[in-house]
Nanobody, 124 residues
Framework: VQVVESGGGLVQPGGSLRLSCVVS????????IGWFRQAPGKEREGVSC????????YYADSVRGRFTISKDNAKRTVYLQMNSLTPEETAVYYC??????????????????WGQGTQVTVSS
């Protein structure tokens, strides 16, 4: 299984970025694909996830209303649209895949496969 993120970069405060995550190498659908982030000196935290098969979406309180998660099944790609970014959201953003059911799909420890991360820097 491969999980590959892209789309990070430098953005000004108040700006937007769209991250992409491609998951490959697994014949069956995952229960969930999630986005997480880890700022320097802080623990990794759940940002958002999308759960199969109903495409239910979960968001951390800190990003709800500003971030949107979506997926394109044909491309096996999950996107995270991030708007109104703040400097405090500077972090490495990770995508991860969860194989089976979880009642806590935003918990870091639930996930089975991880990408290498993509750096998001919010700065003027």
């Amino acid at each position: 299984v491969q999980v590959v993120e892209s789309g990070g970069g430098l953005v000004q405060p108040g700006g937007s970025l769209r991250l992409s995550c491609v998951v490959s190498g697994f014949a069956l659908d995952f229960y969930a694909i999630g986005w997480f982030r880890q700022a320097p000196g802080k623990e990794r935290e759940g940002v958002s996830c999308i759960v199969s098969p109903d495409a239910n979406r979960y968001y951390a309180d800190s990003v709800r209303g500003r971030f949107t998660i979506s997926k394109d099944n044909a491309k096996r790609t999950v996107y995270l649209q991030m708007n109104s970014l703040t400097p405090e959201e500077t972090a490495v953003y990770y995508c991860a895949a969860l194989l089976s059911y979880s009642d806590s799909p935003l918990k870091v420890d639930e996930y089975d496969y991880w990408g290498q991360g993509t750096q998001v820097t919010v700065s003027s």
